[in-house]
């Protein structure tokens, strides 16, 4: 017959999996990887499990900020959709007009920055033609100057 005793901890080696689950998951997502990492140190199979579990246990990567940014998009910072009414009608126009005007500052800004890249490439462009033009004339004078029978090139 076996007893147990007061100071032996209840519930097994599940128990400890899952006080040491509660564990990294109070100390966040850098725990998990540095105990998977440590794993993969220690013994590889220890490692690729963690991982297998992170991935597939423990939905890691099944809310990306993509995602939570396209939701925040439609739903708003509350959970309703953006576009529901609230039954105040002023406050709906209020919400309509500030939405458009917010969407065409965007787009206004969108242009600015596409203009920006376009004159900046414009500038760096011209440049280029410049410093390529400098060195062939640099380039023809030398060849002038080293042999004085040879005809000008035309470019």
Known sequence: MYTTTDTAR???IRATFG???DWLDRKGKKAWIAAM???FILFWPIGLALLAYMIWGKQMFGHSCSHRRSRDHF???HGAPASQSTGNHAFDSYKIDT???LE???AAFEAFLQRLRNSKD???FDAFMEDRARAASAEASTEAATDPTAEP???
Request: hydrophobic residues 20%.
């Open 10 to 12: 209840q519930g097994g």
């Open 19 to 21: 006080r040491a689950e």
């Open 37 to 39: 990492v440590l794993g």
């Open 75 to 77: 739903f708003g910072r």
């Open 99 to 101: 939405l458009r005007r």
């Open 104 to 106: 065409d500052e965007q």
């Open 122 to 124: 414009k500038t760096e």
């Open 153 to 155: 090139r035309k470019s």
